[in-house]
């Protein structure tokens, strides 16, 4: 026999039910972005690596050793995406996008690449949701921005996240702080490859996860303490707009985001439930970047969640599972005339809307009925030779047992009453659950007449 072959270490692969579990995550999140009036955008997932060079920036980690990077036929530098800002900032100069009015709002979601080692929630293939709001220097986008990040993950479920969020300041305002950080590090004990990305960049060293390297830098110089007036106001109007939004946040003066493009507005959102590797996701405002990759100077603000991190924390919080995505009305054709039959009544079915299989591969009564109840499907539709020279297929309803017919010969009488039966089916469901609510209401009131 041979040899298997298997999955790229350190890649998530989906397959159902965890399928469905990651489309239900990916589409909550997408959500309120598309209601906001962020439009997609589909992007190559390599590209030519001077854009991460010049975008991301050369002395981050992800540039200098975490991005997938390779030699084309035609002995072209290309990289796999690390991240999706750079490339949606590429794609709007490229093409345009500004000349169609500002702000330029944009959402992607789509699988990215780092060469990293591979641990929980953590993977070299991931998937992330993303949006980009781009051509103001406005406090109100940030916190639209965040908000929607918000209310996305709320969607899902999710009570347990913080928000944390710091402003960097500008640009200018770097060069003071980071001597003063810089001087700061040289009494610390770390060890060369700490020392080595600190040369490069010691603001990189804040982003460290590691608890011994926060513990070292915990009475660091503060960034908050050199930013200009104008960036304090900027950041203030930020929180004040979060809090008519009614987005909790904390501030946390020593957050700064692992991406060189970062000023001002830096934002994250961490959940206990995920361990060290804390985050969900995050953003900020990037208002160099589209000059630096050879666009008109303008500002922009986006942010990116992690859909296995926003899976984790799920997990972490023991929400329960999204409903599979299953068939409601399965058929079950006993002898080939009869499946002749019900494959011209399944594809009816499916033009109407309705969620349909059949049983395949020419099963006995029994083995079809054992895959209808596999399905999960509401109804059973069963046709043999009984019910083709009757002209009427049998439903059977398969939570109670419950029978009814179709007509077989007229498509359209067998579509309504199959429907007929299906939101028949609903309403009994529907009812049994508001039976139950209500004994449950009147065994509380009793409880507390009792007490």
């Known amino acids: 026999m041979p040899e298997r072959i298997h999955a790229p270490k350190g890649v998530a692969e989906y397959v159902p039910p965890e399928s469905t579990r990651f489309l239900h995550t990916r589409r909550t999140l997408i959500e309120p972005l598309v209601n906001a009036g962020y439009r ?17 920036g050369e002395g981050t980690d992800i540039v200098g050793k975490e991005m997938y990077t390779f030699e084309d036929r035609g002995g072209r530098s290309i990289s796999l995406r690390p991240e999706g800002t750079a490339g949606v900032v590429r794609s709007m100069i490229e093409h345009g996008l500004a000349r169609g009015g500002l702000p330029v709002k944009l959402w992607y979601a789509g699988p990215f690449f780092r060469a990293e080692r591979p641990q929980r929630g953590r993977y070299r293939q991931f ?55 810089t001087e ?43 930013i200009s007036a104008e960036a304090r106001a900027h950041h203030d109007q930020v929180c004040e707009y979060l809090t008519v939004l009614g987005v909790a946040f904390e501030e ?26 804390s985050a969900i996701g995050g953003g900020g405002r ?23 991190r926003a899976m984790l924390a799920c997990r972490a919080e023991a929400l329960a599972d999204p409903p599979a995505g299953r068939v409601d009305v399965f058929l079950v054709p006993v002898g080939g005339e009869a499946k002749r039959s019900l494959v011209r009544l399944l594809a009816a079915l499916r033009r109407a809307g309705v969620r ?19 399905s999960g499907a509401e109804l059973a539709v069963i046709v043999g030779e009984r019910e083709l020279a009757d002209g009427s297929a049998m439903v059977k309803h398969m939570s109670t047992g419950v029978q ?44 507390q007449e009792a007490r």
């Open 252 to 277: 946390d003066p020593k957050l700064v985001r692992g991406l060189d493009y970062y000023t001002r507005t830096t934002f994250e959102f961490v959940h206990e439930g995920l361990g060290s590797q």
């Open 40 to 56: 997609c955008i589909e992007l190559p997932v390599f590209e030519d690596t001077s854009l991460y060079v010049r975008g991301v």
């Open 127 to 181: 998937n992330q949701v993303g949006m980009e709001a781009i051509g103001y220097d406005d406090p109100a986008l940030d916190a639209e921005v965040i908000a929607l990040t918000d209310a996305g993950l709320r969607a899902l479920g999710l009570t347990g996240f913080r928000l944390l969020v710091n402003s960097l300041g500008d640009v200018a305002e770097r060069p003071a702080y980071r001597d003063q950080l």
């Open 184 to 226: 700061f590090i040289k009494g610390l004990d770390l060890d060369q490859e700490t020392l080595r990305r600190a040369e490069l960049n010691p603001l990189r060293l804040l982003d460290d996860k590691r608890r011994e390297v926060k513990a070292l830098l915990a009475d660091a110089p503060v960034l908050r303490d050199f």
């Open 286 to 308: 990037f208002d160099g970047l589209v000059a630096d990759l050879g666009g008109d100077d303008m500002s922009g603000v986006g942010c990116a969640i992690g859909i296995e």
């Open 356 to 374: 349909a299989d059949l049983a395949y591969g020419d099963r006995s009564m029994k083995g079809g009925m054992r895959a209808a109840d596999r």
């Open 404 to 447: 009814a017919t179709a007509p077989v010969g007229d498509v359209g009488g067998f579509v309504r009453a199959v429907q007929g039966e299906l939101a028949r089916s609903k309403e009994s469901v529907a009812s049994s659950a508001r039976t139950g609510e209500s004994a449950t209401a009147d065994g509380n009131e009793m409880d």
